[in-house]
């Protein structure tokens, strides 16, 4: 296992790919290492239809470089107007994967989220019935609660009462960035799994503050302090069954990340995979990379694995990686992790 091994191909339990020439240009870099992704429906106007979600899915394909392959995993973005019936009859078809809850506020583009969880709840008993996955930004958006305190607070006001309401609700708690979110992930059972971003397993808020402003490491939810860093790394290293990848990779043009009022994400499809074997190395892991990307996900959505592979080596000098992709919609930068990384994709 030192310097070259195989995996499983990976999946992206959660990805942006956005629309347009920003969709052309971010999409082979997911396409390149990972088989499937959870592609996120938070566009402008947003994926709420079953409709909406086959025109998007079409235009992903239509976008995809030839030779390559790689399969969107659709969901719905729930609105309080979403229907039932055509949730369930989308996910009866195999068109979406799961149904995305932002709560009204919390991110990018999530103005059309939910304000009262009572208007959602046929639509949720629904997905309860059909075992089709809840995959929730938890992050409360009320004013008075400070941005580092939103996750733990909607873990104890959203997310356990909901669970308690509908017990057979299937619950992906993506991109989790604190203790409290590793606890409750490990306590949930069967019904309960957890996405951790590449980025939140090297960054901590430090990253972002110290030194001037770092807008390229500002995402939402915010990179904590480091001992939540520690947790989030020993809960993606520990082989554990509930928890999985999910980058998160949200592409913004370098002028939308280095404005007055910044865009939330960090593009990390181009370096993802290196990354990772870097991170599990430094846990002494790497024989749990494959559990993580490949193999714990898949379980939860009830998918079959990937049976194509992919080898890492590490190399005696540092990987590099481009410190910008060129999109149509303009440059879009790579998240740097600040320091040398020794591990590539085969290619
Ligand atoms: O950092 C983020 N960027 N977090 C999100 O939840 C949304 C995403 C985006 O769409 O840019
Ligand atoms: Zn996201």
């Known amino acids: 296992m030192e310097n070259s091994f195989e995996i499983r191909r990976p999946d992206d339990w959660h990805l942006h790919l956005r629309d347009g020439a920003m969709l052309e240009g971010v999409l082979p870099e997911s396409a390149r290492d990972f088989a499937r992704a959870i592609i996120m429906p938070n566009l402008v106007p947003p994926v709420v239809t079953a409709k909406d979600a086959r025109a998007y899915r079409d235009r992903i394909l239509s976008a995809l470089p030839e030779g390559m392959a790689f399969e969107p995993l659709m969901t719905l973005y729930l609105t309080e107007e979403t229907d039932p019936a055509d949730v369930a009859q989308a996910a009866a078809s195999g068109l979406i994967k799961a149904v995305k809850l932002y709560p009204a506020g919390a991110t990018t583009n999530s103005h059309s989220g939910v304000r009262n969880f009572d208007k959602v709840m046929p639509v949720l008993e629904k997905m309860a019935?059909?075992?089709?996955?809840?995959?929730?930004?938890?992050?409360v958006t009320t004013a008075e609660v400070d941005i580092f305190d939103r996750e733990a607070a909607f873990i104890d006001t959203v997310l356990d009462p909901l669970r308690r309401r509908l017990p057979g609700l299937r619950v992906v708690m993506e991109h989790i960035?604190?203790?409290?979110?590793?606890?409750?992930?490990?306590?949930?059972?069967?019904?309960?799994?957890?996405?951790?971003?590449?980025?939140?397993?090297i960054i901590n808020r430090n990253h972002i503050l110290v030194g001037g402003?770092?807008?390229?490491?500002?995402?939402?939810?915010?990179?904590?302090?480091?001992?939540?860093?520690?947790?989030?790394?020993?809960?993606?290293t520990s082989g554990s069954p509930r928890y999985f990848l999910g980058t998160d990779s949200a592409p913004h043009t370098d002028a939308l990340k280095e404005h007055a009022c910044g865009c939330a994400g960090c593009f990390t499809a181009t370096n993802t995979m290196p990354l990772l074997a870097h991170v599990f190395e430094e846990e002494n892991a790497l024989d749990r990379l494959e559990a993580f990307t490949s193999l714990n996900g898949p379980a939860f959505?009830?998918?079959?694995?990937?049976?194509?592979?992919?080898?890492?080596?590490?190399?005696?000098?540092?990987?590099?990686?481009?410190?910008k992709i060129e999109t149509g919609a303009g440059p879009v930068t790579v998240f740097n992790p600040g320091f040398p990384v020794l591990w590539s994709v085969e290619s």
């Open 129 to 139: 019935g059909i075992g089709l996955p809840l995959c929730t930004h938890g992050e």
């Open 177 to 201: 960035t604190t203790e409290e979110g590793v606890a409750y992930a490990a306590e949930g059972g069967e019904t309960l799994a957890a996405t951790i971003t590449t980025h939140h397993l």
């Open 213 to 236: 402003i770092k807008p390229h490491y500002y995402c939402l939810p915010v990179a904590k302090r480091e001992k939540h860093r520690q947790a989030l790394r020993r809960a993606a």
């Open 301 to 323: 959505y009830r998918l079959p694995v990937n049976e194509a592979k992919l080898r890492l080596v590490k190399g005696a000098a540092p990987t590099a990686f481009p410190e």
